[in-house]
């Protein structure tokens, strides 16, 4: 199991995030010049927000970059905390086509160069509906409209979704949390994101302890 980098929110937190954009970018093609990721971890409270939110900001550092967070946690979801209004979609509307990309989408509160495409609160029971050939197809809008979009996950023991959503990106991510994270249930983590995902890119380590 190979470590994409560490990353501490306590200090150097974007310049560290930078360092993760910059490993993920070496391991993915050339060929692929918009990168969507799915982040998620092995169990829930490991920081997974934190890491893609600090990913998403030192990204839009670079004018050039028009970035996407997506929050597909439907158990514990960021985005309202993130979005100074509500939305007029969610990723679950979005998915099963009922609002276009332009309605679900809002700048960021506090980071307005970011979009945000809410997880939708009460979406989750709808999960279950949403097939294979509906994620492939929103995340091909999504590549298209944005140069980075950074996913949200949940643990994949927590939420299948997750693995159905790294199925279709370019690469997946777990986070870990340093020193506290099981060491089986990284493994099994690790084995279900190397079995289904398109590229499993390896593991960010979380050091805010």
Not at 112 to 119: D, F
Request: charge should be neutral.
């Amino acid at each position: 199991m190979s470590a994409v980098a560490a990353i501490d929110p306590r200090r150097h937190a974007q310049a560290q995030a930078q360092r993760i954009v910059e490993t993920v970018n070496v391991a993915l093609p050339s060929s692929v010049n918009r990168r969507v990721l799915t982040l998620t971890g092995s169990v829930a409270g490991e920081g997974v927000t934190t890491v893609a939110w600090t990913i998403a900001c030192a990204l839009a550092q670079d004018a050039a970059n028009r970035v996407l967070y997506v929050d597909a946690n439907f158990d514990a979801p960021a985005s309202e905390r993130l979005l100074a209004a509500p939305a007029g979609g969610s990723l679950v509307s979005f998915l099963l086509a009922r609002c276009d990309l332009d309605e679900a989408i809002r700048p960021a509160k506090d980071e307005p160069a970011i979009a945000v495409l809410a997880s939708g609160r009460g979406d989750a029971a709808h999960v279950g509906s949403i097939m294979d050939v509906q994620v492939e197809k929103a995340i091909g809008l999504l590549r298209a409209s944005f140069s980075y979009v950074l996913i949200d996950a949940a643990p994949p023991s927590d939420s299948p979704f997750t693995l159905l959503l790294a199925r279709h990106s370019d690469g997946a991510i777990l986070v870990t949390e340093a020193g506290a994270t099981p060491r089986d249930a990284v493994a099994r983590t690790v084995e279900q994101l190397r079995t289904n995902a398109q590229r499993f890119l390896g593991i960010a380590l979380n050091r805010r302890s």
